[in-house]
Every structure is written in structure tokens, then in C-alpha cells.
């Protein structure tokens, strides 16, 4: 006997193999898809915490798909990144890209203390063995007006919770599951990092996501404010060292 799913019992059952050969190519996170830029995007909101005119780190560039955004921003971007091949992209749009890995002791080799106005961490330090280290060093890097702009996956999404109710926890290709990710944060415990790491707070936003989250979209945004815990997908940060 057939029965047609919903789309949240495709979403809980996943793919009838689990699947052990997830990527690595730091290339997966640039979307195919076209930026939204409406008032609920991530990317809108992260370009608009950079600024314009800026002397801008990228830390995980990536391809350059959001060091291209900036740069015709009139920013200057320096990017680090870890995947070779996606560096050799990230050089088009950037002013240079340091091959690194940030969970190495000498990532910033080459780097000038109070050379940037902003460091951007966009879903980066999830990865990371060691998140507040990094987030102290990177002090140095600032100027004296410098600020932090962080992008942290929200693990206790309803999304995430509901497939746990339902006994899953599988690893995914990208998103809040990522099979990379060695960190998980909620509202509080990213707090915690930044304030720990000598950190003030000046901008929180609970982004929205999922594959829910492109229809009802206002709607969505107003649960976010309300409960950023449940529906927040994403959170992001804008700090100044204290």
C-alpha cells in the first residue's frame, strides 16, 4: 500500500542509505541559488554589520563568494582559507588569500596587528577545535575602532530538535549538522564565547533558514525575535574587543 509523505516525514527520514562520503571542498557552501537580499537574508544583513569602504579579514573565504559582495561594497578584502582550490577562486575578488589552517598554532604568519576594521567570521568557528583561541588572537588584527562579525548555526533550531525527537542525528553535507562542524552553539552558549573572549556585544540578529523559512517569511522573523533559541536557524554578532 502506497501513502503519500508530507514534507516533514521526507525531512525526518532522510535517505534510505545513509551516506559515509560527504565532501570537504570548502566550494559545497557557496549556494546555487540566488541571493534573496530581502530584509530576512543573512548575507544582506552580514554585508550591511561590514560596512562599506572597510579593510575587511574574510576568516574561511571560501570561494570569495561573499569577499566579491564586499569588494563591490568598495571593501578590501584579505581572506584566509583552508581548501586550495577554493583559495585560487577567492584570489579573484580578493587582495590576497592565505593558505591556512586556523586549528594550527601559526595561521596568522604574515598578518599586521591593527591592520583591519572588521573580521568576519561567517559560519566558521563551529569548525574549529579551539574558537575562543582564535577569538583572542584575532584581537590583534583589529584597529582601535575594529569590530567582530560572527555567523553561528543555532544547533537547538526546532528543526534539529525535531528530528532528535524522532531518533536522528545524521551528519549532512553542509547546514546546522554539518559533518565538520566540532562545535555546537546555542543563544547562550555563543554568547558566553564572545563575552569570554574579552568581547562586547554591540548586535544580535536571530537569522532565519531551513527549508521551511522561504515562504511566511515575516512571519518566521517574528518568531525568531520572540524565541530566538527554537527559531533562530542562524546567529549572528556584531563585538567589540573590550
Not at 581572506?79 to 577554493?86: H, S, V
Not at 588584527?141 to 530538535?161: I, K
Request: aromatic share 8%; with cysteine.
Amino acid at each position: 500500500m502506497s501513502v503519500k509523505e508530507t514534507s516533514v516525514q521526507r525531512l525526518v527520514r532522510g535517505p534510505k542509505q545513509p551516506s559515509y562520503g560527504h565532501s570537504i571542498a570548502s566550494a559545497r557552501y557557496e549556494s546555487v541559488r540566488p541571493l534573496r537580499m530581502d530584509e530576512y537574508d543573512r548575507t544582506r544583513l552580514l554585508l550591511q554589520w561590514v560596512g562599506t569602504h572597510k579593510r575587511v579579514l574574510e576568516v574561511g573565504c571560501s570561494t570569495g563568494y561573499m569577499s566579491k559582495l564586499m569588494v563591490e561594497r568598495n571593501c578590501i578584502v584579505t581572506g584566509i582559507e583552508i581548501d586550495p582550490k577554493a583559495a585560487e577562486c577567492a584570489r579573484r575578488h580578493c587582495r590576497e588569500v592565505h593558505i591556512r589552517d586556523l586549528n594550527a598554532l601559526d595561521w596568522m604568519v604574515g598578518l599586521s596587528p591593527r591592520t583591519f576594521d572588521v573580521v568576519l567570521f561567517g559560519d566558521v568557528l563551529e569548525h574549529l577545535i579551539d574558537p575562543a583561541g582564535i577569538l583572542l588572537a584575532v584581537r590583534q588584527l583589529l584597529n582601535s575602532d575594529g569590530s567582530l562579525v560572527v555567523s553561528l548555526p543555532n544547533v537547538v533550531h526546532w528543526m534539529t530538535r525535531f528530528k532528535l525527537l524522532c531518533g536522528r542525528f545524521d551528519y549532512e553535507s553542509c547546514g546546522t549538522l554539518d559533518h565538520t562542524h566540532l562545535r555546537f552553539f546555542t543563544v547562550r552558549t555563543s554568547r558566553e564565547l564572545l563575552w569570554r573572549t574579552g568581547y562586547s556585544i554591540s548586535r544580535f540578529h536571530p537569522a532565519i533558514g531551513g527549508r521551511m523559512s522561504g515562504h511566511l517569511r515575516p512571519a518566521w522573523q517574528c518568531l525568531a525575535n520572540l524565541m530566538p533559541g527554537l527559531f533562530a536557524f542562524q546567529l549572528l554578532f556584531q563585538a567589540k574587543p573590550v
